[in-house]
């Protein structure tokens, strides 16, 4: 293979990247990885310079893939490291720049290491390969990859990347028929708390309409909305919003068949809505946001509505982001999550991978602990 960086996304064809990537995921399709780079969210202005690396076969065939960034810093990522950076550099190391393979800015489990379906047997550990060779030669601190599937966590770890372990919380979909169908499955307490946090949140004195956009039924309008609703959060939060307005419009241009918009209405003024992208089986939650507080609002707009449109299109599961043990009662279990690193200090290595073992072992005691506080009906005991 011939392995080179690619400074812009542009640089490739989207049906080359996209064949590779396989249309699985959409946080890793060429439509929205140009979008974050076209709109200059990403770019060594904001610490993501853009390094992204391709292989190519001898006839000229892209074969794999990874999206890939310099960063001179730690943040849009949900894999924390500061505390890395941290004694890392007060051992009179320099963590940064590092290396990341990941989706910017996206919490959201999913492959890393695209390879083309007819690709060769052991091209993804030949891109692995390459990649390690790339953060050597550029004398970088680390390579990490955040948020990979299970299968290339595998592979990653393989080829001595010290595997960590997070945790998240999913919705999943058995092939419920309906809404109603999904309740069934709860505890008798829970199926009522469910049902009073709607009414709380829609009932006919509250005179909200919510409704769900997708495709060409989203306009300027629309995300107009969104976005105040995304910079009210970021707001309120202490928090520092990455993406810009034209990312938003460039989602809408390049990939509007598969963002569903959740948005709320009242008096025909938009007051809160929720950006979902939608995977080949699972619904992503991404950004959520509002102009006017109405309890219960949120569960409505975040996990009850996207749980119908999962149950309706058929969906396997609903991601609602990181973090938020809350969504526990609402039917949102534990699971797991992954990343992989690559330190090239050895010294830093050891103490890193000690550290990192006590926390995995920490982080499966904890999801089996929360699995203790499940909402769903225990399974009843044949006689």
Request: glycine fraction near 8%.
């Amino acid at each position: 293979m011939e392995i080179s960086l690619l400074e812009a996304i542009g640089d490739i064809s989207a049906d080359a990247w996209d064949i590779c990537a396989g249309g699985v995921n959409p946080f890793v399709s060429h439509a929205f990885l140009s979008a974050l780079e076209d709109s200059a969210t990403l770019g060594a202005q904001n610490g993501w310079l853009v390094r992204h690396v391709v292989a190519h076969a001898p006839s000229g065939r892209l074969v794999a893939c990874a999206p890939m960034y310099v960063k001179s810093h730690s943040y849009g990522e949900y894999v924390f490291d500061w505390a890395w950076a941290d004694a890392y550099e007060r051992a009179g190391g320099r963590y940064y720049p590092k290396l990341l393979c990941a989706a910017p800015f996206t919490p959201v489990a999913g492959p890393r290491l695209l390879v083309h379906p007819d690709a060769p047997e052991g091209t993804k550990a030949l891109l692995i390969d390459a990649m390690v060779d790339i953060a050597r030669r550029m004398a970088v601190s680390s390579l990490h990859v955040t948020f990979p599937d299970k299968n290339d966590w595998a592979a990653l770890g393989s080829k001595n990347f010290i595997p960590r372990i997070g945790r998240q919380y999913h919705w999943s979909n058995p092939g419920y028929a309906d809404f109603d169908a999904f309740l069934a499955a709860l505890s008798s307490r829970k199926r009522k708390q469910i049902r009073k946090e709607r009414r709380t949140a829609l009932g006919p004195e509250r005179e909200i309409e919510v409704v769900r956009l997708n495709g060409a039924d989203i306009h300027e309008e629309h995300w107009d909305a969104l976005y105040r609703f995304y910079m009210d959060t970021g707001a309120r939060k202490w928090g520092r919003p990455y993406l810009n307005r034209t990312f938003f419009s460039l989602l809408g241009e390049r990939m509007a068949d598969r963002v569903l918009l959740i948005m709320a209405r009242r008096g025909g003024r938009w007051i809160a809505g929720a950006l979902n992208l939608i995977g080949s089986d699972g619904l992503y939650g991404r950004y959520w946001g509002a102009v006017e507080h109405v309890p219960c609002l949120h569960f409505e707009i975040c996990y009850y509505q996207a749980i119908e449109y999962a149950i309706t299109h058929r969906l396997k599961t609903v991601e609602a982001g990181a973090q938020g043990e809350h969504k526990i009662a609402r039917g949102y279990l534990p699971v797991e999550t992954y990343s992989a690193h690559w330190v090239r200090d050895d010294g830093f290595r050891d103490a890193l991978e000690r550290a990192i073992e006590a926390e995995r072992d920490a982080v499966a005691e904890e999801i089996d602990e929360l699995a203790d506080f499940s909402p769903f009906r225990a399974p009843s005991t044949p006689k």
